[in-house]
């Protein structure tokens, strides 16, 4: 029997800054509370074959699971949530703006 599909997120690489970004409705962002919930296996794929086919913009998109906590997307699997808060080397791109990372 087929899993029933849940929420997701178009996530990838930036090609150029190298860090993660989430897909929007009218492009990226690298904050994963504006990233488009795609709750639709047939959205989820169209999207994600679009992202893919931006080889000048982006590396290595994938859907991610999401749960959506009060209308903001939030990661299911630690690889995610690790993805989400940014490097984890020392502070720089999204840690820098973040006190308790």
Not at 24 to 39: H, I, P, S
């Amino acid at each position: 029997m087929a899993k029933p599909f849940s929420a997701k997120v178009v996530t990838a690489n930036d090609l150029l800054e190298g860090d993660v970004i989430y897909q929007t409705a009218d492009g990226w962002t690298r904050d994963l509370a504006q990233a488009e919930v795609l709750t639709d296996e047939a959205d989820a794929d169209i999207r994600l074959i679009d992202a893919s086919q931006q080889h000048s913009r982006v590396v290595g998109a994938y859907l991610a699971d999401i749960a959506n906590i009060n209308g903001t997307p939030s990661p299911v699997h630690f690889r995610e949530d690790f993805r989400a808060t940014g490097p984890s080397n020392y502070r720089h791109g999204k840690q820098e703006t973040q006190q308790d990372v």
